[in-house]
């Protein structure tokens, strides 16, 4: 039979484990040694120190940080051509004049009431610019929008910056459609920048070590299998946490011994019965 007996100390530093459960292991041994056989084998095992983590210490909270305050202007610039092969060269002419993307691409349906009539050029979108009439009573005509932005302390100064990118931005796209489209500023917004919170990313919450925890294991092997209780009391009495039991079979015990003397005498009989079927 053998009996593990497990022991644990808990301690504030890595030396301090070392000094306290030595003491534990010697004297769980004086009282295992004196409860059991002298021939019974008590060995101790290699101690092992590990730390203690508690829980994790609380992340600061994240402090909302504004954006810088201030006005917005937004005016989006409409192009119009008779030829979507032309939109890619107009987004082009249009990015490198100011704008920063593409706010909306498509077709549009262009009917003769949007024309203003038979005779006349020009739509509701870019009077006056050229655009020419479609030949049919309908027509899909491919547009694109491009936004144009700009920021200031105040919406007067926004508006002056903005508007005339705008004004270039729309007369760079007409330029470039000539008489197969048209471009024209079409529309606009001013409002305030509202404060957008921005949070920081917040570092890993840091892990504290609140002590270590130091254990190891006697363990007593006896053949005197009623000893076990005995046992058990004498290791919880002088500190021992816990125990596990184990039974296993030694060389030298009398049932190995049987079990090897009447084996050869079994495969003789083996023999023989096998001889006797063939």
């Known amino acids: 039979m053998a009996v593990s ?11 301090e484990c070392d000094s306290i459960l ?19 084998e008590i060995s ?12 994790a210490s609380p992340r600061p909270n994240s402090t909302p940080t504004p954006s810088s305050l201030g006005w917005r202007f937004i005016g989006r610039v409409r192009a119009t051509a008779d030829s979507i092969a032309l939109m890619a060269p107009v987004v082009d002419a249009g990015l490198a004049a100011g ?5 909306r691409s498509g077709f549009v349906y262009l009917g003769r009431q949007q024309h203003g009539g038979s005779e006349s050029v020009g739509n509701i979108f870019t009077p006056g610019q050229n655009f020419p009439l479609p030949p049919q009573y ?3 005509t491919p547009d694109v929008y491009l936004p144009v932005e700009a920021d200031g302390k105040a919406a007067d100064e926004c508006v002056r910056k903005g508007a005339p990118l705008a004004e270039h931005v729309a007369e760079v796209l007409a330029h470039k459609l000539g008489s197969h489209g048209a471009a024209g500023f079409g529309e606009y917004e001013v409002r305030k920048i509202e404060p957008q919170p921005q949070y920081a990313s917040a570092p890993p919450a840091p892990v504290t070590v609140q002590g270590f925890s130091a254990s190891t294991s006697i363990v007593v092997k006896t053949r005197e299998l009623d000893k076990l209780p005995a046992i058990l009391e004498a290791g919880a009495a ?41």
């Open 5 to 15: 007996l497990g022991v644990e100390a808990r301690c504030a530093t890595r030396d």
């Open 22 to 40: 030595p003491p534990i292991v010697r004297r769980i041994v004086d009282a295992e040694k004196a409860t059991v056989a002298a021939d019974a």
């Open 44 to 55: 101790t095992d290699q101690v092992g120190v590990n730390p203690v983590y508690g829980p």
């Open 99 to 103: 704008a920063p993307e593409v706010w």
């Open 138 to 140: 309908e027509k899909q």
């Open 238 to 278: 002088a500190s021992a946490l816990r125990g596990q039991i184990g039974y296993s079979l030694t060389a030298d015990c009398r049932a190995r011994k049987d079990a090897i003397a009447r084996a050869p005498r079994l495969r003789t009989r083996l023999k023989r019965q096998r001889a006797h079927c063939i």
